[in-house]
């Protein structure tokens, strides 16, 4: 069933006059009539089961609220240093929306190679926005992920969060395997999470001290080397497996 | 440091003359001297600290075995219908390897709308192999997996196994969240499991059934709807999670 965000929109609107973008796939692309079924979320992050009812303006009344819960029980702010390539942005906010993050956050940090020009950003971002768009629609999410830039890691360090862990391939050598358990096990539904992740190079030793200072804990992810771009994807499917398959939350 | 693997040699060969790709890319690539120090993998999955005494050949003494473990404690193989396009089986065997597979199969499923050609199956395998070679030397894997192709399901649940797994993502509806907690703390150690994964379309009523005969349990991957290449992602990171994080085995 094709779902579509319709952020603007509450239910108190309906019937619902689609958005241009929206009316163009539903009609032109996938070649809806009228009686079609389609899935929508609206501004209240609420997914209901519609139906179209015209097609000049294409428009859609709701039928049914759809209740199963498809989000996981914490929100997670995945904060990412800039990578090399403009394909591995690309695909932490592809997978990282259907794994279930909430907001991306790309920051230079000191050995982030790639630099994103001040003139550039908001295209860029516009980009990686149109990715967890179709991304969160493809995976029936009823949140639409938000994709943000820091110039610094210190502006990433403002963002509030009830837990702060960084990812670093150090501690797995020091023992501290469990430490990612023992930060998942002590949320509470509700509450957020902040994972951050350093580029190709790492993070400095400056860097990490940083962190510490700001209460990050560091968390090992097993005893591979992960590429920059996959380290979050296991951060988050660690993260749906202890609180959404094993249900502690 | 730089890992490189050479299946064909055993530490009784000391000292090594590398293999000619080897040798091009540790001597001209990285501009190697006399003294270098790189890590080699051998044919018997055990990792050595070594160095470089001559480059013409470019030949290498063992120094040191590298004695951390990095392998998963059990071995997995993902079977994967035949996604649609060329780079989703290289996502999936660059990540997999990272996340530490030691098989890949790829097979034509009922709805695999892309089909290898005979012809070519051996070109796609040797450039999927090369894929696993260089995401194992990055991540510093001991074991480098191996690629393989078969034609059809039947073909695939020959395969022996100690747990075979097929991830479904009806199950989680139907409130199975806990099956693939239940099979990943039944392993023991050295044991294998098989986990298959169907094609963009889905597994069809009739593989499922024979998949069941077979004696595949269906787990689910959460609640949200996973592409095809990220459904094996989700299981290797949770694999880990389970069994190296949270210390079962």
Redesign the interface.
């Known amino acids: 069933m094709q779902r579509y965000f319709l952020p603007e929109q509450t239910a108190t609107d309906t019937p619902l006059v689609l958005p241009a973008t929206v009316a163009h796939h539903l009609v032109t692309v996938l070649r809806a009539q009228v009686g079609t079924a389609v899935e929508v979320v609206l501004a209240d992050h609420q997914a209901y089961q519609a139906e179209v009812v015209a097609l000049t303006p294409a428009t859609i009344t709701l039928t049914a609220p759809l209740t199963?819960?498809?989000e996981l029980p914490v929100t997670v702010t995945l904060a990412c240093g800039l990578p090399k390539t403009k394909e591995k942005p690309e695909l932490i906010v592809q997978?990282g929306t259907?794994?279930?993050a909430h907001h991306f956050i790309f920051f230079e940090s000191e050995r982030s190679v790639s630099h994103w020009d001040a003139k550039k950003v908001a295209k860029k971002l516009d980009r990686l926005q149109k990715i967890a768009l179709g991304a969160a629609e493809?995976?029936?999410?009823t949140w639409l992920p938000t994709v943000e830039y820091r110039p610094n890691l210190a502006a990433v360090l403002k963002e509030p969060a009830d837990q702060r862990l960084v990812a670093w391939e150090e501690s797995a050598?020091q023992g501290e395997?469990?430490a990612?358990?023992q930060s998942l096990t002590s949320l509470q539904a509700g509450q957020s999470i902040l994972a951050l992740f350093g580029p190709e190079g790492g993070l400095t030793s400056a860097e990490v001290a940083a962190m510490t200072a700001a209460g990050f804990q560091a968390v090992?992810?097993?005893?591979?080397?992960?590429?920059t771009e996959?380290a979050p994807?296991?951060f988050l499917?660690?993260t749906?497996?202890?609180l959404?398959?094993?249900?502690n939350l």
């Open positions: 199963s819960q498809v997978k259907e794994l279930g493809q995976s029936h999410r050598k395997a469990a990612l358990t090992g992810l097993g005893p591979r080397i992960l590429r996959t994807l296991y499917a660690a749906s497996y202890q959404e398959l094993q249900g």
